[in-house]
């Protein structure tokens, strides 16, 4: 804001006031809002291209199962339905929660919080019941180079879940006990973004590893 | 905007993940992502309904699934993440498609090196007869 009052006052030499709205015009830094979202947009594409190189090992491995059980034998898609929809809906209450935090709402943002913090337990209680059970059935990450790669990207997807409900609790409390600073609406935007992302991170989850591990 | 950050009023650029500054009222938010939530389901139920349905031709299902997931992270980052094509989200655009640049080399790499090397490689139990 001050820096756009200190523009203006000093004229414009080179007429870039007429650009205003082409998007080329420069009127000093951008505001501390776009450079710490910008640079966790940055930070999340980096986590994805991490999860792309557990998708490639995944994908080169699928077929080494050293005689044990394939995806076929060992997935159910009704559980990933479920953790499907309960990750599709955290992500709709997530949305809902930083709308309420733009307009400033307590309650509703507390709620919609709350709500985002239980859909995203239930999915990892799923997770969480499916990996014991293949491990009891003897189909845990030791069994083979296929089950190990499967731990590895399910598992690593469930871990920035949880560190996300982490998070998510963090932020309830900070607002709980500060209120909508403008550094809380920040964390909260960068919150947002990496909740979304985890959910465009399951797509890829359950399409290349659950459904096509399944289809025949 | 009714609501506010003190410091987004700039215009040029917005943030990724905020809605451009004119994305009006409370009702047009939420049903933005109402519209989201709603493509995202008939995307999903379609996908998994594809994967276990024996009406379509079975070899197809594979691309459909590729094709159906693609779209639906399209559908997350248009309306959950808010990546437009308007010129305040260039930025965050450019940034994206390196990402994806980044992504399509790895895994496409990956799987031609690895498919080239299973195609070359000896099969492992004439290698093992060779080193008895």
Redesign the interface.
């Known amino acids: ?1 001050a820096d ?1 009052t200190m523009a203006h006052f000093h004229g414009d030499p080179h007429h870039l006031r007429s650009l ?4 080329l ?3 000093g830094p ?5 450079v ?3 640079g ?3 930070f999340i ?2 986590d ?2 991490m999860f ?2 557990f ?3 995944y ?2 491995l699928l077929g080494q199962t050293a005689g044990g059980p394939t995806g076929r034998d060992l997935f159910s ?1 009704r559980n990933v ?1 479920i953790e ?2 309960l990750l ?2 955290s ?2 209450t997530c ?2 929660a ?2 309420a935090a ?3 709402s307590t309650i509703w943002f507390q709620i919609a919080m709350a709500v985002t913090c239980a859909l995203g337990l239930g999915f990892l209680a799923i997770e969480a019941r499916e990996f014991a059970d293949l491990v009891a059935r003897g189909a845990g990450p030791t069994r083979s180079a296929f089950l190990s790669a499967f731990f590895t990207l399910v598992g690593c997807h469930g871990l920035h879940v949880s560190a996300g409900i982490l998070w998510l609790l963090t932020m309830m409390a900070q607002v709980f006990a500060k209120g909508f600073r ?1 550094d809380i ?1 920040r964390r909260i ?2 919150f ?2 990496f909740w ?2 985890l ?2 991170i399951w ?2 989850v ?3 590893v659950y ?2 591990g ?3 | 905007m009714s609501s506010g950050y003190d410091e987004s009023t700039d215009n040029i650029d917005v943030a990724p993940g905020d809605e451009h500054l004119e994305a009006g009222s409370l009702a047009q938010r939420v049903g933005g992502y109402l519209v989201g939530l709603g493509l995202a389901i008939l995307l999903t139920a379609t996908s998994f309904f594809v994967a276990g349905t024996d009406l379509v031709w079975q070899p197809s299902i594979p691309v459909a699934l590729v094709v159906l997931a693609i779209a639906q992270m399209g559908v997350h980052l248009v309306f959950f993440l808010h990546i437009s094509t308007g010129a305040d989200n260039t930025n965050n655009v450019l940034a994206l498609a390196f990402g994806v640049l980044i992504v399509i080399l790895l895994i496409g790499g990956s799987l031609w090196i690895m498919a080239n090397l299973n195609h070359n490689m000896m099969p492992m139990d004439q290698l093992m007869q060779m080193q008895r």
């Open positions: 804001m756009t205003e709205g082409s998007g015009a420069h009127s951008a505001a501390k809002r776009i710490t979202g910008y966790f947009w940055i594409l980096s994805m291209v792309s190189a998708f490639a090992t994908a080169v898609l339905a499907t929809g599709l809906a992500s709709f949305g809902l930083s709308i733009d307009f400033r403008a609406q935007l960068c947002a973004l979304h992302a959910d465009i797509v890829a359950f399409t290349v459904l096509l399944s289809a025949k």
